[in-house]
């Protein structure tokens, strides 16, 4: 039996985003790749995104993005704001965003590889 089609959100070159393609490539699922900044429908995908995880999860706060952010925006990103901020700055998306049509992943942990195999 082969694992459900899977749709990794990234940047192409984010080494984080290469290393689960490649974990999920040799686990035999079957990856499309959507770059948060060329090809992503941001509009649509950022409020879903959120609703299925939350600001928390989602926002990289660990980013040169979010760094340079004013600290009125870094609280607007972790409250109502968010969506809007996201969608403005798609490279304070915590990547890779892994949607398997029943769940939302964001980040490559040990925990998203986990979720993945079951």
């Avoid at 509009?43 to 995104?49: I, K, L, M």
């Avoid at 942990?109 to 986990?114: D, L, N, V």
């Amino acid at each position: 039996m082969s694992n459900p089609p899977l749709t990794l959100y990234g940047l192409k070159n984010c080494d984080t985003c290469k290393k689960a393609m490649q974990a999920l490539t040799a686990a035999d699922h079957e990856v499309a790749f959507v770059d948060i900044r060329a090809e992503a429908d941001l509009p649509d995908r950022v409020p879903a995104w959120l609703k299925a995880v939350g600001a928390e999860a989602l926002v990289n706060r660990r980013s040169t993005t979010w760094r340079s952010l004013t600290t009125d925006q870094q609280a607007q990103a972790l409250g109502d704001g968010a969506a809007a901020l996201l969608i403005e700055h798609p490279t304070l998306i915590k990547r890779p965003v892994i949607d398997t049509g029943a769940d939302i992943l964001v980040g490559w942990t040990s925990g998203t590889e986990q979720a993945l195999k079951n």
